[in-house]
């Protein structure tokens, strides 16, 4: 079965860290661009950050640059979103996806998570 799921979510207080990490199922991770995005209540969802097939290649939104890092261990076909200095504007289920092309965001996803919630307090 084709399936990405996401774990590590939780509660964190202000300037905490979680580690996000995505686990692909049912087909090789190291094909595919992996895409971190997120959904806020009452926002749209948008896209956090993204990691190239060759682990080269990265994109961060400004919101959380220098502060969120993507990585990806292929041999245990597994994504990882580090996410350091957490604000309460970060609360919202986010998403890890896959995708194929080039960059570090491919053309566009393919394949979704169901999402962990990070709630940050204040």
């Known amino acids: 079965q084709v399936q990405l799921v996401e774990s590590g979510g939780g509660l964190v207080q202000f300037g905490g860290s979680l580690r996000l990490s995505c686990a692909a199922s049912?087909?090789?991770?190291?094909?595919?661009?992996i895409g971190w995005f997120r959904q806020a209540p009452g926002k749209e969802r948008e896209g956090v950050s993204c990691?190239?097939?060759?682990?080269?290649?990265?994109w961060h939104a400004d919101s959380v640059q220098g502060r969120f890092t993507s990585s990806r261990d292929n041999a245990n076909n597994t994504a990882y979103l580090q996410m350091n200095s957490l604000k309460p504007e970060d609360t919202a289920v986010y998403y890890c996806?896959?995708?194929?092309?080039?960059?570090?965001?491919?053309?566009?996803?393919?394949?979704w998570g169901k999402g962990t919630l990070v709630t940050v307090s204040s």
């Open positions: 049912g087909f090789p991770l190291a094909y595919y661009v």
């Open positions: 990691i190239g097939v060759d682990d080269g290649s990265t």
């Open positions: 996806a896959v995708g194929y092309g080039s960059g570090p965001c491919g053309n566009g996803m393919d394949i």
